[in-house]
């Protein structure tokens, strides 16, 4: 590198992006799994923005999503969500009408 030069990001900001490539690593989560992984106190309400993301790559057929039981009397039990299409290395970007994927540079 020339002096003066700006090495490229290599570190993945936000909480979905983060999410994301936690997915794809371990190729499937729960919720609890993620937030005890990613949260690190600076993310306002990050459960709720979480589940948000989770839900609708779950409803685009990205991520499938299953109940599994938690062993509590009276609890429904936790999700676990299953990386079944891995778009690529960049998080997929959810917008109103569509999720963007922006490895392939379009709307799914």
Request: net charge positive.
């Amino acid at each position: 590198m020339k002096a003066g030069q700006i090495a490229p990001r290599t570190r993945t900001q936000g909480l979905r992006a983060r999410a994301w490539w936690m997915l794809r690593k371990n190729r499937s989560a729960t919720l609890q799994e993620l937030l005890l992984t990613l949260n690190d106190g600076k993310y306002k309400r990050p459960d709720s923005n979480l589940i948000k993301y989770l839900r609708r790559l779950s409803h685009a057929g990205i991520l499938e999503r299953e109940r599994i039981d938690d062993g509590k009397l009276t609890s429904n039990g936790v999700y676990r969500y299953t990386l079944v299409n891995d778009l690529g290395p960049k998080a997929p970007v959810i917008r109103k009408q569509a999720i963007y994927d922006p490895n392939a540079e379009e709307e799914l």
